[in-house]
Structures are given as structure tokens and as C-alpha cells.
């Protein structure tokens, strides 16, 4: 159990995977958590296992790319829970295809939820932590920012959300706010899944075939990634910042 003070944190894209275990670590470690996702009712799951293990918890449904949904959920989570001085901005989708395949829509809504979303919901709970001299935001960035085939979308998204992190660092530490970045490698969730769906491979070869690849011997599981947002997010944290911390099992080029 960490020695963080409870803060109420805010978790995108938590009704499975990632940000699932991240807002669940994030209750063990002492936080009120706001679990938004697209559909309100989807969240239920991860507010449960919160709840059910005494955390405190909320559910809110949020499309991270659209301004006005986003303050209204802001609004929200700090009139339920208190000002929000944690963020982890998870929130993500894949649309892959070769670049001469892939349509402008793909492009779009790829760079809209990961980059668009990141921004409207900083710029929305920044005002909080500014307030409350505190904050910790943890953006989701990938292994793919250096480059992959079939994503041209997601590796600029998740690039562009390295630059985005350490801008943030710049401006936002003279008020006790760190901005970080997690880029994971392999993690075994829906989104993985869906690639192997895409490939026409069983998810069950893909990770044996992704394992071999790892020098660890094993891919990712979400709880991976949720132990390194929980020490990014804590207050003895407060002099890591602008930071892109690549959780893969082995170096990164
Ligand atoms: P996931 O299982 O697909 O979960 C993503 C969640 O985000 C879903 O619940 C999804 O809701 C939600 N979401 C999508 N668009 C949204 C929007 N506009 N507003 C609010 N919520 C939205 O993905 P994951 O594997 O846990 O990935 C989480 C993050 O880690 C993503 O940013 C991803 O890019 C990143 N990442 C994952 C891996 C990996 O190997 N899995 C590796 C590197 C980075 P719906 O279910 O309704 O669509």
C-alpha cells in the first residue's frame, strides 16, 4: 500500500483492460476513482471491483474527443469526488490498415480519441490541479510511436503524445503538476485481440509468437502497466517528469 495521501484520479478508457486495472490499482492505492468510458453502463465492473473491495468509486460516461461532454464529466467527477488531481488519459482505439488502404476516417478518429481526447481532458482537470498546486498526469503512449506497420494513425498518435507529455512537464511543473508517459509493449487485452483478429492468427499463437520475441519470455498483462502508472502517480513521483517510460519486457531502440 503506497503512502499517497487519498487524491481523487481520473481514469480514461477504464471499463476493461488497461485502464480497468489502472482504476482498480489506483482504489488499492488509496484514491477516489472516476471510471469513464464511452458507455456509463460499461463501467460497471471496474466501480464494482472497487467497491467491493471498499475503494470509492464512480462510473461516467464520456466520449474523450467531444469539449462539451468532456467539461460536463470534469464538472461532474469534482463535484462527487473533489478536484480531481490525478489523470491518466488511456482512453484509445485502433483503426490499422496500410497507409494505401487506410481511409481518412480511420486517420481521424485514431488521432481524435488519443490525441484530441488527451488534450481536451488535461486542459479540462489541469484547471483543478493548477488549483490545488498538485497534480500527476500519466498519458498512455505505445511501443508503436516507433513505428509499425499497418499503423500510421496510432504510431502518430501515441509519437505525438510523447511531445504532448513533455510540453506539459515543461509547463505545468512550477505547479507541483508531473506529467509522464507509460508506452507499453505487448499487453494481452481486447485491443491485442483484435489485432490477431486482423491478422487471422488465434490469440493464443500471437501471444506465443509475441512471447518469443520478448526478452522477458512473456507478454504483458494490464496490472503491468497499472503498477507503473501507481508509482507515476504517487506523491514520491514528484521529481520524475517529461518521462516516457516504455513497460515491454525488454529495451527499446
Ligand atoms: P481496450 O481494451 O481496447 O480499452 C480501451 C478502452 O477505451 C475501451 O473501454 C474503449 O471503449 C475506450 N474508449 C475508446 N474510445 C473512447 C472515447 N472516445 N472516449 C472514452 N473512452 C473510449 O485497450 P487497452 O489495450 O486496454 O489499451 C489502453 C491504452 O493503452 C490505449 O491508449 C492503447 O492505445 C494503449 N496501449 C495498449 C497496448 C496493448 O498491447 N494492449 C500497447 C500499447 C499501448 P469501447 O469499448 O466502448 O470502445
Redesign the pocket.
Given at each position: 500500500m503506497s503512502t499517497t495521501p487519498q487524491r481523487t484520479a481520473i481514469v480514461?478508457?477504464?471499463?476493461?483492460?488497461?485502464?480497468?486495472?489502472t482504476a482498480i490499482r489506483l482504489a488499492a492505492d488509496g484514491h477516489a476513482v472516476a471510471v469513464?468510458?464511452?458507455?456509463e453502463a460499461?463501467c460497471a465492473q471496474t466501480v464494482s471491483a472497487i467497491t467491493e473491495a471498499r475503494g470509492r468509486a464512480i462510473a461516467v460516461g464520456?466520449?474523450?474527443?467531444?469539449p462539451e461532454q468532456v467539461e460536463a464529466a470534469v464538472a461532474r467527477v469534482a463535484s462527487e469526488l473533489g478536484a480531481p488531481t490525478i489523470l491518466v488519459?488511456?482512453?484509445?482505439?485502433?483503426r490499422d490498415n496500410l497507409i494505401f488502404k487506410m481511409t481518412v476516417e480511420d486517420w481521424d478518429a485514431v488521432i481524435?480519441?488519443?490525441l484530441r481526447?488527451a488534450f481536451l481532458m488535461t486542459k479540462a482537470v489541469q484547471a483543478h490541479m493548477t488549483a490545488e498546486k498538485y497534480g500527476r498526469i500519466v498519458n498512455?503512449?505505445?511501443?508503436?510511436a516507433q513505428g509499425n506497420r499497418g499503423q500510421v494513425n496510432?504510431s502518430a498518435?501515441?509519437a505525438g503524445l510523447q511531445g504532448f507529455t513533455k510540453t506539459l512537464a515543461i509547463e505545468l511543473g512550477r505547479f507541483g503538476v508531473t506529467a509522464n508517459a507509460?508506452?507499453?509493449?505487448?499487453?494481452?487485452?481486447?485491443?491485442?485481440?483484435?489485432?490477431a483478429d486482423r491478422m487471422k492468427v488465434s490469440f493464443e499463437d500471437f501471444i506465443a509468437g509475441a512471447s518469443a520475441q520478448i526478452p522477458v519470455g512473456r507478454?504483458?498483462e494490464?496490472q503491468d502497466?497499472a503498477a507503473t502508472i501507481s508509482f507515476l502517480t504517487s506523491e514520491e513521483a514528484g521529481f520524475v517528469s517529461g518521462q516516457v517510460i516504455y513497460v515491454a519486457g525488454g529495451p527499446q531502440d
Open positions: 480514461t478508457g477504464a471499463a476493461r483492460g488497461i485502464g480497468a486495472a469513464l468510458d464511452l458507455d460499461a464520456v466520449d474523450v474527443s467531444q488519459n488511456n482512453a484509445g482505439i485502433i481524435s480519441v488519443h481526447g498512455l503512449s505505445s511501443t508503436s496510432y498518435a501515441k507509460v508506452a507499453p509493449g505487448f499487453i494481452a487485452t481486447d485491443m491485442t485481440r483484435a489485432t507478454v504483458g494490464p502497466i
